[in-house]
């Protein structure tokens, strides 16, 4: 089965192998079909000239001169068309210097014009070729040849003319074969070459498949065996493969030991700083969870944009909203807040799970906040693909007061609260907003079914 399909496009390399073969091809067949029919046409001509000569031969062996001096014909040659007018087949036998002496019956009352023409050439015996027009404007091949009779004082002229309609017609039919015979070779050629070059470039589609499957998490690696032109890129497309994976393991190393210096001194901070509980002990506290909230928030960020384009992430999104529903309820269970989850079990996310988490937790966290007492998580995939490739779309509405339309963009900015006697940092949703942008999504709001606020969470799907 041939990858894709036989249409080829201008800018591949399937086209340019396909159609710089054809075009030589082409040029081959056409120069060998030219060379053909110009060696069949020698040849034919020849033979035509063969012909006649025999002809001829046998004109001059049955012309003999009688007792009163005159050439006279001892026989018939074996040819019909000498004795139908106008027939294209013609002999005449005429004394330099005299008059017309003999004709055959098909030259009726006309006569070959012997003049010399351009095109006239003469054998090792002395016979003219040349072409001359005859009755009825009939384009004629015509041998000449003179010779002494025995018993007659002038040279003699013996000329036989045959039709060259006979050879033309040989020579047409000869030349559309050979057409159809280029034609349908080219076709052949043409063909083998499509499947030669769609069997030859398959590897290159076993590549793009082993690169699909690394893409959607499926394998790590490029696996299986390549032909020896293709096997020098498929290692060092692994090497490339491994070489960042290190690097990334290596970035997350020096995040979380820069995380973990950092949060210590601001911990022995904060602790000294409630040990004065003056207004300046106050203020350090403040200032310390601040810079805590700052340093989490910028650690995550750079975590995230170092994994948002790993290959072969690859996320089961099913599972992680069912964990992270029953965790919210469990958090919530006080207020009685129902969560209900539908997604698609085969629903894949093209990303990191805790990235996953992260968004997803935050916007179901903030939908139970605000939810009076029912709060809807549904993940489907779209069917329009964007920015090139297939998304999926996270839905969680809650049944609380929503948020007004002129208020929405200002609760997706970093550290806006709309209510302040709601718990939290006001980082929730600019940290989904940050993180969905990272990896090509986006977030919406809008207004819920429920009544309440509609968050849309539009995120990569991972290839099936």
């Known amino acids: 089965m041939l990858p894709r399909s036989l249409h080829l496009r201008t800018d591949s390399l399937a086209f340019r192998l396909v159609a710089g073969a054809a075009l030589w091809s082409s040029v081959v067949l056409l120069a060998g079909g030219i060379i053909l029919s110009s060696i069949f046409r020698n040849t034919v001509e020849r033979s035509f000239d063969a012909r006649l000569e025999v002809l001829l031969g046998s004109l001059i062996a049955t012309t003999e001169v009688n007792d009163q001096h005159q050439i006279v014909r001892s026989r018939d040659l074996n040819e019909t068309r000498f004795d139908f007018a106008y027939s294209g087949w013609y002999w005449q036998i005429a004394p330099l210097a005299q008059r017309l002496a003999l004709r055959s019956r098909s030259l009726f009352d006309q006569s070959i014009d012997l003049a010399e023409g351009k095109d006239s050439r003469r054998d090792v015996s002395g016979a003219r070729y040349f072409d001359a027009t005859g009755p009825e404007n009939q384009s004629l091949r015509v041998v000449e040849r003179r010779v002494m009779l025995p018993g007659y004082d002038v040279p003699v002229s013996f000329a036989v003319a045959g039709d060259k309609a006979e050879m033309e017609a040989d020579i047409q039919s000869f030349n559309s ?19 030669q070059v769609r069997f030859g470039l398959r590897p290159l ?22 032909p020896s032109e293709i096997e020098p890129l498929a290692e060092e497309i692994n090497s490339l493969l491994e070489s960042n994976r ?5 970035a997350r190393m020096h995040v979380g030991n820069l995380a973990h210096a950092l949060k210590t001194p601001l911990s022995v901070l904060t602790n000294e700083a409630r040990a004065h509980p003056d207004g300046f002990g106050e203020q350090a506290v403040k200032l310390a969870a601040n810079m805590r909230e700052q340093i989490d928030h910028h650690l995550a960020r750079a975590r995230m944009a170092a994994s948002a384009n790993v290959f072969g992430a690859h996320t089961p999104v099913a599972p992680t909203l069912a964990r992270l529903a029953r965790t919210l309820e469990r958090i919530y269970a006080e207020r009685g807040i129902s969560i209900v989850v539908a ?8 990303g990191e799970a805790q990235d996953l988490e992260e968004m997803a937790g935050n ?6 906040k605000w939810a009076a007492a029912r709060v809807e998580l549904k993940a489907r995939p779209l069917s329009a693909p964007r920015k090139g490739r297939p998304a999926f779309m996270v839905t969680v509405e809650d049944d609380g007061p929503g948020v007004p339309e002129e208020k929405r963009k200002a609760a997706l900015r970093r550290g806006s609260r709309l209510d302040e006697t709601k ?14 942008e990272l990896y090509g999504g986006e977030l919406h709001l809008a207004d819920a079914a429920l009544g309440g606020l509609r968050a849309e969470l539009v995120l990569p799907a991972a290839s099936e």
């Open 177 to 195: 074969t050979v057409f159809t015979a280029m034609v349908g070779l080219g076709a052949g050629i043409l063909i083998a070459l499509l499947i």
């Open 423 to 436: 718990p939290g940092s006001g980082l929730g949703l600019s940290i989904v907003t940050e993180i969905a």
């Open 205 to 226: 589609e076993g590549v793009r498949r082993a690169l699909a499957q690394i893409r959607s998490g499926k394998a790590t690696k490029l696996d299986g065996q390549f």
């Open 363 to 368: 916007l179901l966290d903030n939908a139970c």
């Open 343 to 350: 997604c698609p079990e085969d629903l894949g996310f093209r």
């Open 246 to 250: 290190e690097v990334l393991e290596r």
